[in-house]
C-alpha cells in the first residue's frame, strides 16, 4: 500500500560524488609529494638557509617507488570516475555545471602538479644557483683530494646542495658529489681550509660523513 521511500535523496547522492573525488585529487597530490619529499627538503632547506633539515625525509627513499605507484593509480581511477558514462538519476544534478573543483580542468591542473612533483629528483637541482668552480691559480704542491662518504643523499638535489656547501668555503679547487656512490670528492688548498672545515660543512647539511 505504501512505496519505500529512498533515504538517500539524489542531491545527497550527488554531493557524495562530489566529495569521494575532491577526496582522491589531495590524496594524489599527498601522495604526489611524500614520493619526492626526500628531494624536495634539501630545496626548501637552501631556500630556507636551513641546511640542517635537507635530509629530515632522506628514509623515506626507498617508499618512493610505491608512494609513486599509488599516486598514478589514485589519479587513474579518479580520471575514470570522471570520464565514465554518468548514470541517470531522478533530478538533473548532473546536468547542473558543478564547481570548479569538481571539473576536468581542475583533475587536469592537480594531474600536470602530481606529475611535477613525481619528477622532481629529476630536476630539482635547478634551483641551486650557478655556482662557479674556483678559477684562481692554486700551488699545485698545495693541493689535497680527499673523498668523504656521505650517507642520506637519494638525488641530484641532495648532491647539489653538498656541493653548493663545500664551494662556499675558500680554498676550494673542486668538488662534486654522487648520490650514486654515496661519495664526495674534494680538492682543496690545504692552506685555505682544511679537512676539519669541510668536514663541518657536509654535516651542516643534515648529510653524515661516514667513516
Known sequence: MFG???????????????????????LAVLTAIAASLCCITPVLAFIAGVGGMASTFSWMEPFRPYLA???????????????KPAR?????CDEEKGPFMQSKMFLAIITLFAGLMLVFPYYGEVFYPNTEQSSIQLDQNNLETIVFNIEGMTCSSCEEHVHHSIIELGGIHSASASY?????????DKTKTDVAEITKAINATGYQIKD
Open 4 to 26: 519505500i521511500v529512498s533515504s538517500k535523496k539524489p542531491e545527497n547522492l550527488y554531493m557524495g560524488k562530489l566529495r569521494n573525488k575532491k577526496s582522491f585529487s589531495g
Open 88 to 92: 541517470e538519476i531522478d533530478c538533473d
Open 180 to 188: 650514486e656512490q654515496g661519495q664526495a670528492t674534494i680538492q682543496f
Open 69 to 83: 605507484g599509488l599516486t598514478i593509480g589514485v589519479l587513474g581511477f579518479a580520471w575514470y570516475q570522471k570520464l
